[in-house]
């Protein structure tokens, strides 16, 4: 009997993984092809030069050093240490995702961001998941890391119908984005993660609890000191969050 039991559960073991061999082989070529097919379509320097040519396109050079280090550390603290991908946070999406058993969580890094922020669209699929993973990789190979930042923060979505951190930062404060404060540049940091609900024009109090976090990512990175932190945070409570809006 025990002879029988350890012959069927040799058999199931092998069986499953020869399907999910077999399944991993299959979303790795259904990835493949999607990358081609993009790329193909419309080349990366294409799909670049469209997005830098976008009214407020503004450079990373003429950028806040504050807002920078915002958005890295609470979008991808590890951004300037991988190479496009980040196995820890892959990791640790991948125990979120069999915990719950379905696609959470990605674990994507600025660079994977970038990368279906110019071809894909937010439709979870492993085989969209797999091409996004060889743009990013192309991404790495062909632009520096603050090039890479440079196109990310002025390829995601702001709220309000502003495109990039240059509409944003007019829109929201009437201001150029060289000239945004350590307020101003931690409250926009906080807003692609959801933009219908963190624009500060909408939702001015979930904002203020989103840049609360994009400000403890930043103490905990080392951008910030405990008492520079505590400083943004009175301007938060001082200012209750009104803006000048252009929509």
Known sequence: MNMRLRKLTGWMTATALTVMSCTGFTVLKEGYETYQTAVEAESLDEKIAKIQAKRGYTKLSELPDTYAQAVVSVEDHRFYNHFGLDPIAIGRALVRDLKARRYVEGGSTITQQLAKNLYFSQEKQLSRKVAEVFLALDLEQKYSKDEILELYVNSIYYGDG????????????GKEPSKMSDYECTLLAGVPNAPSRYAPSKHPD???????????????????????TSEVN???LALNLHFVGAN
């Open 234 to 236: 009175a301007q938060i």
């Open 162 to 173: 502003y495109q990039n951190i240059g509409q944003a930062s007019r829109g929201y404060f």
């Open 206 to 228: 979930l904002a203020s609890k989103r840049q609360q976090k994009v400000l403890s990512r930043m103490q905990v990175c080392g951008y910030l000191t405990k008492e520079e």
